[in-house]
């Protein structure tokens, strides 16, 4: 029945997601203000013709938020659908096979920005709506909440909660926003990272010096830097700021037990991101580093002369944006502040440093005990043919702490996104095939759910 | 005399030196390549217009060399000047208060990229001899040779020095491209030093990868080359790189002594350039560290998300510019290469690294034993009114060791500039002061040199 609807409506459905992919909503960068507001309109256009009752776009203190809801009986449960219509940045531009915000279908896989992330994933989630409603097949309540901030920290989305925590209310959320560990190996996501993010500058002299005038009396800002962040980590790969593991919860013996069985090549996964060798904290195996343990990355680094050839100087300024994964238990604010100080503590002589907190969120873990957690269970049963793995995931979504902490509701991480897609970077894409099989979990997550 | 002329010729000479400067003629950015052109020709005609027999644009291997030359008696000593044509890139643009290639006078002072380093610094011999020529007081004879590619460590010079040898045939170098301890400190550079500068590439996964789903269990990039670079020196200041010292000269006790001497407020030093501390090898001073000793210095860095706000990636590569000063019986291009395989050795596991040796050059000593040093010690004291101090100081020009090594010619070191002129930064100057007082010290030179 489904199989045949995807089918049937698979062009329509295509071009109605291409019209979201091709507004370059990419909510860091400011002159992309005006997308975030066509974007969010175009969302309550597609979500009105899905089958909603009612479709707004409303005012937070940043981007705006879209809600629209199908109430088909006020005392049947209700089901919050959570995404973000906001992308990440798309430099390197150069290295992209075509024009990030003009998908085109290849070797059977969409490819552009928000492809999967999250455009494409919420995408899933709409149509699999549109598809009960369309056939009387709904058998509870359907509210939707998009925002446009997902990808800098969701800065305004917990203050929307507090503010409409009536009009959200529900009795699970469902998110479609992760991966599984393969197609062959379908999973549901079971925790998350948390993060904390800064932008660090570090400033030396008052003013560009020659290298061979000054080089070797005044602290180079570049070296400098680089000293502090090689501090950061030590040689077993863990990271060095006092107190930092000190609420980190140690992975229970039985979940390391299970993830140990998860099937999984690391020769293979060598292979797929090109290095010869994998590196992370000592004592834990791959697939505990990215998804059990906290990590520290830099994501960005810059300072000095970057342009063709040769340039002697000491530049007076150096910056770097670096961020932590946290676990469960640990506190983004709290880590915030360790690292900050930290960093002040360690400055070379000689340097300021000045610390920006971006932004950042807490982990989380859904019981996989939840009614609504089996019915995801069974959902994917039925499109993938296997029963999906219970698994922790490296990446954060923090507000979906947030929820839990402001709406006290938990949420159901029924992701679709593979490895290969490539969010975050360069020829992001999405299979058509997990669209398709996306759609059919999810219609019947909803089936299930009433039973 | 020679004070009159320069008054009664001002604003004609200045206008001849803004035309100069007005050719933005940077070597090391490839778009420039018409303009380097532009201003040897245009150094042609002003060197014509100076009183040389003949001048020439003489092509070599890069950019083109300018020659010129006026024999007034083949038994007479010849002095050759040399200076250079091409420029420093501008970046960071927003920090010059006027137009870097628009000269304009502010406060006594010229303003623009060139003014001193090396435009404004030449044009003080091409202006000193167009006095004695005009009004009959050469005794010997002058050559001038300019070449285009000193910023980016004269490449082309060797060869073309190799090649014209009976061209450059002369007794002494003479070239004003270094500066004085200070406007009522003027000294004479008796040592500069040498010079290794490269270009390094971290190679870690084979495209951006997200620090949520990797972030752990991959070596970033970014980590690793600051691990590297913060390892190349040790908290004594001291470069780490084995065998780098081996073939360092201790600086002469009576060296220090000298150097111990030099009137230097440190406090006025850190003041003038915006640092609280001032950080170098330990047992040596300030001076000592700037001049005598090697050095390191990351010029540039840069890899992942720079632009505004967080973006959560592992780059997929990072980049560093690095250099090191050397001091005379370091060879640059053992250093090179011992540096590039020091940073393979340290390299972190995970991650390729890729060393790109860009250039590089040797130290220079200059007997102060010269006639020609001390008629340029005369000429000083002509111009200011007291001895100048021999000093070593800090910069290369790596040619001056090429000359003596190819045509076994010794440099003389007149150089005009000061600290303040901010050569290589935004906001490059020279005191109008300073360009009368040069060409009154070149001028007594000469007359000093025929004594």
Redesign the interface.
């Known amino acids: 029945m489904i199989k045949q609807y995807i089918q049937e409506n698979e062009s329509r459905m295509l071009e109605e997601l291409f019209s979201l992919i091709r507004i370059p909503s990419i909510?860091?960068?400011?002159e992309h203000h005006a997308d975030m507001l066509r974007c969010a309109e175009r969302w309550k256009e597609l979500l009105i013709s899905a089958g909603v009752d009612s479709a707004e776009v409303m005012p937070s203190d940043g981007n705006p938020m879209v809600f629209a809801e199908k109430i088909v009986n006020a005392q049947a449960p209700t089901v919050l659908i959570y995404g973000h219509y906001d992308v990440?940045?798309v430099?390197?531009l150069e290295?992209w096979k075509s024009e990030p915000f003009e998908p085109v279908i290849r070797d059977g896989h969409i490819w552009a920005r928000g492809a999967d992330d999250d455009k494409g994933q919420s995408f899933i989630q709409a149509k699999a709506f549109e598809y009960l409603v369309k056939n009387g097949l709904l058998k509870h309540n359907v509210k939707f909440i998009l925002e446009g901030e997902e990808?800098?920290?969701s800065p305004s989305l917990e203050t929307f909660c507090e503010k409409h925590k009536e009009l959200l209310k529900a009795d699970i959320i469902l998110v479609s926003d992760t991966?599984m560990l393969s197609a062959e190996l379908p999973s549901l996501t079971t925790g998350l990272?948390g993060?904390s993010?800064w932008?660090v500058e570090v400033t030396?002299?008052?003013?560009?010096?020659?290298?061979?005038?000054?080089?070797?009396?005044?602290?180079?800002p570049?070296?400098a830097?680089?000293?502090m962040?090689?501090?950061l980590?030590d040689a077993d790969?863990r990271i060095t700021v006092p107190h930092f593991y000190d609420d980190v919860e140690e992975v229970p013996a039985e979940e390391r037990e299970m993830i140990a069985h998860i099937p999984f090549n690391e020769e293979k996964y060598k292979a797929a991101?090109?290095?010869?060798?994998?590196?992370?904290?000592k004592g834990y195996s791959?697939?505990e580093?990215?998804s059990c343990?906290?990590?520290?990355?830099?994501?960005?680094?810059?300072?000095?002369?970057?342009?063709?050839?040769?340039?002697?100087?000491?530049?007076s300024k150096?910056?770097?944006?670096i961020?932590t994964?946290l676990v469960p238990h640990q506190n983004s604010e709290k880590i915030a502040k360790l690292v900050a100080e930290h960093l002040q503590s360690i400055a070379?002589?000689?340097?300021?440093v000045k610390v920006d907190y971006?932004?950042g969120g807490e982990g989380y873990v859904c019981p996989i005990s939840l009614p609504a957690y089996k019915a995801a269970e069974k959902g994917f049963e039925a499109a993938f043919g296997q029963r999906p793995l219970p698994v922790r995931?490296?990446?954060?979504i923090p507000i979906i702490a947030t929820f839990e902490k402001v709406l006290g509701i938990k949420t159901i991480l029924m992701g679709f996104g593979l490895?290969s897609n490539?969010?975050?970077?360069?020829?992001e894409n999405i299979p058509l095939d997990m669209i398709r099989r996306g759609i059919e979990a999810v219609v019947n997550f909803h089936l299930f759910y009433d039973e």
């Open positions: 909510s860091s960068e400011s990440m940045p430099e390197p290295l990808e800098i920290g991966s990272r993060l993010y932008q030396g002299p008052n003013r560009d010096l020659h290298s061979g005038h000054f080089g070797g009396a005044v602290m180079n570049i070296n830097l680089c000293k962040i090689a501090q980590t790969g991101i090109g290095i010869k060798e994998v590196f992370g904290e791959t697939l580093r990215n343990r906290p990590s520290f990355d830099c994501c960005g680094i810059w300072g000095g002369y970057t342009g063709e050839g040769a340039k002697t100087v000491i530049p150096a910056f770097a944006k961020s994964r070379p002589v000689g340097v300021t971006l932004h995931r490296g990446g954060s490895e490539a969010i975050h970077s360069p020829n």
